[in-house]
């Protein structure tokens, strides 16, 4: 919490009421101000020349300035509309502000707040910080100090949900490091994908990616999420697969304060973090029933609600989910809701297996070789007539992810493995005359590698531990 105090300087310049008023279209002095233009504010004051003042000083800056002149029409306005910062007095007729902010936060209110207040001393702050609020401006004060003020709100809430969507971002696929939104590739498989990303990017309309792991869902969901309109907003990967079921409702709706055992303090959920953006979510197929029915009502109705608070807060978002089940066959099992199931199936696209995508693979082979060698710090490996012989013969089981991985390993030996480097002089190998012959002998080197571990395998080729399971049963290994 920071103190902000102007009772110094303020014989320098004119008090609040009486600041000339900012003239429309005006920005504010220096970068920090960018995230202005995207901020909502709520203003809480009953002087109406304070709330003037504030409403001349941020709404040419500002993309959404309300003004509310008490408590109880503020808590109208909060259960209506959602603000990035509430400025808020503290003396006010009837409730004070701490006391209003306090009851707040405890019913699902997550925005900072900033407390104005003439009246300053110890307790007080105590008080205001205890109640939540983010910063604490004594009056008079100059527009500077509010803007200086909601500036440093928006920053410190952008810097929080950056840290905490990145838990997320990097279970994702390793993949993602390199190709990000770039779909690679010029096969025709991969130029239908393209083409059907641009025409469905700029509308709003909901997206469910679908193909096996590894083929670039997530690539792809950046790419509508890059190609649309809400580009310059959060884009927030979510893997369904890896939230604990008794975790997954807290991490996408948030909580309040005392909502479960450990909810220490109240904290926004990934939902309200992707807010003006895009929320990928993978691997939707994993969701738990009870889950499914809380984001059927969320498609609808565009609101969720926090754990624990009765409060249901607005979210302008885009959705694309994916996928690597049949979810048609799921719903029939009972295992997936059939009305979820429709509102989701708006607009399918699907990505295709690697072993189908013609050239690409060595298009990828080289982008991965340059762009790993460079990370890695290691000189690149010729990729020579048979290693491309290899990779265009090769099955693929783990698509675009096991490609990755095995040019990160080709980088860390030094040299292609055996099983893609032509055959072995030794006497010991098979030679590959086969795809499934191929493809044994390159798992089961991976397996060697890894003195059998399954799960290192599995991570390593970028597979499940499924597939090495049901190769190894029928291998009799």
Excluded at 33 to 57: C, H, K, W, Y
Excluded at 279 to 295: A, V
Excluded at 300 to 315: A, I, M, N, Q
Aim: net charge neutral; charged share 25%; aromatic share 6%.
């Amino acid at each position: 919490m920071t103190f902000s105090t102007s009772r110094a300087s303020a014989a320098a310049g004119p008090a609040a009421g009486r600041e000339p008023a900012v003239k429309p279209g005006k920005t504010a002095a220096g970068p920090e101000f960018g995230a202005l233009a995207q901020a909502s504010i709520l203003i809480v004051d009953d002087e109406p020349g304070m709330r003037n003042f504030l409403v001349r000083t941020l709404a040419p800056r500002c993309k959404l300035v309300d003004e509310a002149a008490d408590t109880d029409q503020a808590s109208r306005k909060l259960d209506s509309n959602r603000y990035d910062v509430v400025i808020l007095d503290n003396i006010m007729p009837g409730k004070n502000g701490v006391d209003w902010l306090a009851e707040q936060r405890a019913v699902g209110f997550f925005a900072d707040a900033i407390l104005i207040t003439a009246y300053a001393d110890l307790d007080t702050a105590i008080q205001a910080l205890r109640a939540g609020a983010a910063d604490f401006v004594l009056k008079p004060f100059r527009s500077n100090q509010i803007l200086n003020a909601v500036a440093r709100c928006l920053d410190r809430v952008r810097l929080q949900r950056e840290n905490y969507v990145l838990r997320y971002a990097l279970r994702a696929s390793s993949d993602r490091t390199f190709l990000r939104d770039n779909l690679i590739g010029q096969s025709a498989a991969t130029l239908r994908v393209r083409e059907t990303i641009a025409r469905v990017a700029r509308l709003p309309t909901s997206v469910l990616l679908t193909g096996a792991s590894g083929t670039g869902k997530e690539v792809a969901a950046r790419s509508i999420h890059s190609l649309s309109d809400r580009a310059d907003k959060p884009f927030v990967p979510v893997n369904c697969a890896a939230i604990p079921p008794e975790m997954i409702e807290a991490e996408l709706f948030g909580h309040i304060k005392g909502a479960f055992t450990g909810a220490d303090s109240g904290r926004e959920g990934l939902f309200l973090y992707a807010h003006g953006g895009t929320l990928f979510l993978d691997e939707i197929g994993e969701l738990p029933l009870p889950m499914q029915s809380k984001l059927l009502r969320v498609l609808e109705d565009r609101r969720v609600r926090p754990v624990g608070s009765e409060r249901e807060v607005p979210v302008d978002l885009r959705f694309i989910f994916a996928t690597n089940a049949e979810l048609q066959k799921e719903v029939e099992k009972g295992r997936f809701r059939a009305d979820l199931f429709y509102r989701l199936n708006v607009m399918q696209i699907h990505l295709p297996l690697l072993k189908d995508r013609g050239d690409d693979v060595q298009e990828l082979a080289a982008i991965f070789m340059s762009k790993l060698s460079t990370q890695l710090g290691m000189p690149p490996v010729t990729i020579d007539a048979s290693v491309r012989a290899a990779l265009a013969s090769y099955d693929w089981p783990g698509n675009v992810r096991e490609l990755r991985n095995l040019i990160e390993r080709t980088l860390i030996l030094g040299a292609f493995p055996d099983d893609f480097a032509g055959p072995r002089n030794d006497g010991q190998s098979v030679p590959a005359d086969s795809l499934a012959e191929l493809e044994r002998r390159h798992i089961l080197g991976v397996l060697k590698e890894v003195n059998g571990n399954r799960e290192e395998a599995a991570r390593r080729l970028g597979i499940s531990r499924k597939t090495i399971d049901r190769k190894c049963a029928l291998w009799d290994v």
